[in-house]
């Protein structure tokens, strides 16, 4: 069954910890994201990678990182910097990044709260 | 700034009556727009989609309405079923060195037996 597959569905961050969360897709997707959500808002969208090897800061990158060494893998490190992490936070991939019929399928997404 | 809005929080309908979910956008270089719907503690599903260039695409129940000039568009879904209550996101993309998406803040549709 293909499909976007994030864990942990929960994650526990203490304070001035990093933290890495999993994303990884069987779609043969080119395109991967990382979004946030908030209570009330809608998501919204912190790095993105088009290609392997390759991926670009999004709207509020700050205090995030990502890699994408791997198609089918996107992890998102939630580092010390980012002083408001307590989110909840989703993975999506597109057949392309570019085309505008492709819509962006996601993961179910990861709960991550403060100590 | 804001470029799509979802200006109603929620809605609430009777089973087998209409739901409208409204979206406006405010950047009129928005080429495509789609649907998403959450249930909690899950990822959005993509429900439906419509390119600029059209004014309606109809799957199923559901129709979506596109109109350019008011920068408005609608989700129909008829006739509504209990399974329908969820949070509709309405989204926007255009191609700017990336094709990501922009979200509304949600409207939860709850359709009552």
């Known amino acids: 069954d293909g499909g976007i597959t994030q864990s942990p569905k929960y994650l526990f961050r203490k304070e001035g910890q990093n933290v890495t969360l999993s994303c990884e897709q069987n779609l043969n997707h080119d395109a991967m994201y990382w979004y946030r959500q908030d209570p009330g808002q809608g998501l919204r969208l912190i790095y993105y990678?088009?290609?392997?090897?390759?991926?670009q800061k999004g709207d509020i990158a700050e205090g995030y990182s990502v890699s994408r060494e791997k198609k089918e893998s996107f992890p998102l490190t939630v580092t010390s910097a980012q002083k408001n992490p307590t989110a909840f936070y989703l993975c999506?991939?597109?057949?392309?990044?570019?085309?505008?019929?492709?819509?962006?399928?996601f993961g179910d997404g990861t709960r991550l709260s403060i100590l | 700034d804001q470029q799509v809005k979802q200006n109603s929080p929620s809605l609430s309908v009777q089973e087998g009556r209409i739901s409208i979910l409204n979206c406006d956008y405010t950047n009129s270089m928005f080429d495509y727009f789609l649907w998403y719907k959450k249930y909690p503690a899950e990822g959005p599903t993509f429900l439906i989609s419509i390119s600029s260039i059209k004014d309606k695409n109809e799957d199923g129940r559901f129709t979506v309405f596109l109109n350019k000039s008011a920068k408005h568009l609608s989700l129909h879904i008829v006739p509504s079923q209990p399974g329908d209550s969820a949070v509709y996101f309405c989204a926007a993309t255009l191609y700017m060195g990336r094709r990501a998406l922009t979200f509304g803040s949600g409207t939860r549709l709850q359709v009552q037996p």
């Open positions: 999506a991939s597109s057949d392309s990044g570019t085309d505008s019929n492709q819509p962006q399928h």
């Open positions: 990678s088009q290609i392997v090897n390759d991926f």
